[in-house]
Every structure is written in structure tokens, then in C-alpha cells.
């Protein structure tokens, strides 16, 4: 199985201040497509995971552009450029390079 | 746009099959070649991948669950369904149902397994 390690586990930030989160797969997860098959999602209490993030970089419809992804390969991060109150979310990352699909253990982002 | 919806029993016997549904509303499961997955996440912990099927019945399961695992497709209802057997408390969480190429997820249904 991939192993998905995510850092930190919790995160405190500042209104209007970077936050960044990490993720760390255990192996390559960058196909020979050139696609790193690494998404990202938030999750807030009582809602199903929403996606944001696809092919490591790739924003989803509708996502504000304050959040963005990147890296390649093995490592990766989030950043959400300007921390909203609606923001306050558990953040996950995911690799379906291969199956077992895996998730990161997830990021719990709070207001500073 | 596609949603879904998952069904079935709130509630399951330690040593019972639990079974679920997901209902696809909005456009058809066999179209395209989609994957249709469930996910689980225990009250307060992180999300499980427990398998998936694809528009033409093949199916991949997450190896730590795959001996009690089934899930099939049921395209004149545009459903498909998930078997979980010989539960144990373990198995007590919200059970998702999923399609991570359209990032489309259902809203979960809580099951517990108790006496």
C-alpha cells in the first residue's frame, strides 16, 4: 500500500495569513502520463470530503483560487493563500495512483 | 450534475452482513468509464477506501477488508451497492459512497453495529 503521511496534524493560522500543509507519499505517485494522481480535499464536521485539488495542481470548479497545490512525485503541499474564517476545515490528501486507494491521515486547520 | 445517495440499516448485528446502497441521481452509472467507489471514516478518525467498481462490474478492494467485501453494480437502477460481512463494533462508521473522477461524493449514512 502507499502510506500517506501528512504534516502537521493540526494547524493554527492567522485570518489573512498563509497556510501551508504538507503530504508525503511513500512512493512515486507521478504516472508516466506526466499526471501526479494526488488530490486534495476539506472536510467539514457533518459534510462528506469536498474535493479541491486534482492531479497535484489542478483546482476544481467553483474552489476559490486562494487554495492551490503542488509538488511532484513523492511530496506535495497545499496552500491556502489567505486564511478565511470558512476555511476551518480537516484537510486530507489522496493517491489513486494505484489501489489500495489511500488517504493522508488528515490536517486539522484552526484559527489563530 | 451527478449525486448520490446512500441507503440501508442504521443499525447491524455484530456477526451480520451490512449492506448499503448508493443511488445515482442526475446521470447514468454506466456512462463513461467511472469508477464507483465507498469510503468509510469512524466517528473522529480518517477516511478508509473500501473498494470500487467500474461500469463494466470489475471490481477492486482495499486487501485489509477484500475476504468480507463485495460490491456490485445494478445499472436498471442506476445503483450500486456495497456487503460488508461478519461485522464487529470495528466496522461501526459513516459509510460514503464516492466517484473521485467527477469528485462527486454522497452525503454518508451512519452505521452501527451494536446488539
Known amino acids: 500500500d502507499i502510506v500517506m503521511t501528512q504534516s502537521p496534524d493540526s494547524l493554527a493560522v492567522s485570518l489573512g495569513e498563509r497556510a501551508t500543509i504538507n503530504c508525503k507519499s511513500s512512493?512515486?505517485?507521478?504516472?508516466?502520463?506526466?499526471?501526479?494522481?494526488l488530490a486534495w480535499y476539506q472536510q467539514k464536521p457533518g459534510q462528506p470530503p469536498n474535493l479541491l485539488i486534482y492531479?497535484?495542481?489542478t483546482r476544481e470548479s467553483g474552489v476559490p483560487d486562494r487554495f492551490s497545490g503542488s509538488g511532484s512525485g513523492t511530496d506535495f503541499t497545499l496552500t491556502i493563500s489567505s486564511l478565511q474564517a470558512e476555511d476551518v476545515a480537516v484537510y486530507y490528501c489522496?493517491?489513486?495512483?494505484?489501489?489500495?486507494?489511500?488517504f493522508g491521515q488528515g490536517t486539522r486547520l484552526e484559527i489563530k | 450534475q451527478v449525486q448520490l445517495q446512500e441507503s440501508g440499516p442504521g443499525l447491524v448485528k455484530p456477526s451480520q452482513t451490512l449492506s448499503l446502497t448508493c443511488t445515482v441521481s442526475g446521470g447514468s452509472i454506466s456512462s463513461g468509464s467511472h469508477y464507483w467507489s465507498w469510503i468509510r471514516q469512524p466517528a473522529g478518525k480518517g477516511l478508509e477506501w473500501i473498494g470500487r467498481?467500474?461500469?463494466?462490474?470489475?471490481?477492486n478492494y482495499n486487501p485489509s477488508l477484500k475476504s468480507r467485501v463485495t460490491i456490485s453494480l445494478d445499472t436498471s437502477k442506476n445503483q450500486f451497492s456495497l456487503k460488508l460481512s461478519s461485522v464487529t463494533a470495528a466496522d461501526t462508521a459513516v459509510y460514503y459512497c464516492?466517484?473521485?473522477?467527477?469528485?462527486?461524493w454522497g452525503k454518508g449514512t451512519t452505521v452501527t453495529v451494536s446488539s
Open positions: 489522496q493517491q489513486y495512483y494505484t489501489t489500495p486507494i489511500t
Open positions: 492531479w497535484a495542481s
Open positions: 512512493q512515486s505517485v507521478l504516472y508516466s502520463n506526466n499526471k501526479n494522481y
Open positions: 467498481i467500474n461500469t463494466s462490474g470489475s471490481t
Open positions: 464516492g466517484n473521485f473522477g467527477v469528485g462527486v
